[in-house]
């Protein structure tokens, strides 16, 4: 009896929102699995040399939540782009450590301490005069180190204003850079390396470059990428993050976003200079798209750094969908995500999502959807595009309501392939 109230409620649902009812039923709603990490992983990704993902994997009925072992701890991922960063992230460890076992490092690092000490105990005593005699020694940098100092919310993943004034953070995104690693990564183990690195290297006497050509395996270590996402890649290594703010605060307000919304936007901490600026490049890609500042407004309900780096792949994704696949017309809010619509009047969801289940969530989302099609502007076709893919039973429910699937996007949308498989 309670399965036949919940079908007859669903309907009534469907009903009320203006879509037909849906052919399945909310008791075939499955549970998260558990899955195993070497049915669902490429090689590279499940073992090498320095790290190892556990076989246990718990999907939360969107994202993977993996486990991976090191010889430098134990960490977690959540999704397979995580897992990527992460074992990237791991390989370049393995690289700073024999970089600090080299006895020139040591000795640069002990030079930098004591090159840095006096600086250090200077702007602690008295902060207020040594700022004003750093700003007026920089010419051209003080508004650079206004901005920084008294400017837009710095994100959590930012070294502290210090380092920004003295330089040292502009030598820790080069050192970053050259090891092809996020310099605002929360990897803590990563930041620790990061920052003994960049101090030797912030003293002038390490010559890293020169170091990494003679340590095995280095050579290999940065991570290539191409096109738009190379070019972003480059400026959030090469600009300090309070001009990576002003930059996109430019941007979202010549995009017509206003400027209430852009300000809460670029004061909100859980976004690093990098997912901020990723996410507002891709905006501007799509030339044309309307309602773009759905993506801001959605931003400003972000709570952690899982949630703004979905989001911000997400544009990612729906930028390339817009180069590769067709152009976007605009976007549309539902529940706390977006879809889009083409200009050939096709409705599309673009997710970085690992393993979809047929959840309530899932369920929601389409209900919703389906009152699309009962309007007289209904989409011609449907299309769900997800970085990784669906269980057998969210496929089989998507393709019943005439949804196309399109699997393991990233080959598509990032290539210069036309279909994904």
């Not at 905006?283 to 972000?302: D, H, P, Q, S, T």
């Amino acid at each position: 009896m309670r399965r036949i109230a919940k079908s007859i409620l669903t309907a009534a649902l469907a009903v009320l929102i203006g879509g037909a009812a849906p052919a399945w039923a909310a008791g075939d709603y499955e549970q998260p699995p558990v899955l195993a990490a070497s049915q669902i992983l490429p090689k590279e990704l499940l073992n090498g040399p320095h790290h190892e993902v556990a076989q246990r994997v718990v999907n939360d009925g969107i994202f993977n939540h993996y486990t991976v072992n090191s010889k430098y701890g134990q960490f977690k991922a959540v999704g397979i782009t995580a897992l990527r960063k992460l074992v990237q992230e791991i390989k370049a460890i393995e690289i700073m450590v024999r970089v600090e076992q080299d006895k020139a490092f040591a000795k640069s690092f002990e030079d930098s301490g004591k090159r840095t000490a006096g600086g250090f105990k200077s702007l602690a005593k008295d902060p207020e005069k040594t700022l004003k005699g750093a700003a007026a020694g920089v010419g051209s940098l003080f508004d650079r180190a206004g901005e920084s100092l008294f400017g837009s919310q710095r994100s959590q993943a930012e070294g502290s204003r210090t380092e920004d004034l003295i330089g040292f953070s502009k030598t820790k995104r080069e050192v970053a850079e050259k090891f092809g690693v996020d310099v605002y990564s929360a990897n803590q183990v990563l930041q620790q390396h990061l920052d003994k690195i960049a101090w030797a290297e912030y003293s002038g006497g390490l010559g890293l470059a020169a170091a990494l050509t003679v340590i095995p395996g280095a050579a290999g270590i940065a991570v290539s990428a191409t096109g738009a996402t190379r070019l972003l890649n480059d400026v959030v290594a090469t600009t300090p993050p309070p001009d990576l703010r002003r930059m996109n605060r430019e941007k979202l307000l010549a995009l017509g976003v206003d400027r209430d919304t852009t300000n809460l936007f670029i004061n909100n901490p859980v976004f690093t200079p990098r997912e901020q600026t990723f996410l507002v490049g891709s905006l501007e890609a799509m030339k044309g798209a309307a309602n773009r500042a759905l993506f801001i407004k959605v931003a400003l309900g972000v709570q952690n750094r899982t949630q703004a780096a979905f989001l911000s792949h997400m544009a990612q994704l729906h930028a390339a969908y817009d180069q590769k696949i067709a152009k976007i017309k605009s976007f549309h809010p539902v529940a706390r995500i977006l879809y889009a619509t083409t200009v050939k009047g096709d409705l599309v969801l673009n997710l970085p999502a690992d393993y979809i289940i047929w959840s309530p969530r899932v369920g929601d989302v389409l209900r919703t959807l389906a009152s699309k099609q009962g309007m007289a502007a209904g989409p011609k076709g449907k299309q769900v595009w997800t970085v990784g893919r669906l269980s057998p039973l969210a496929a089989k429910n998507l393709k019943a309501q005439d949804w196309t699937i399109k699997q393991h996007s990233e080959s598509a949308l990032f290539s210069h392939q036309k279909e994904a498989k």
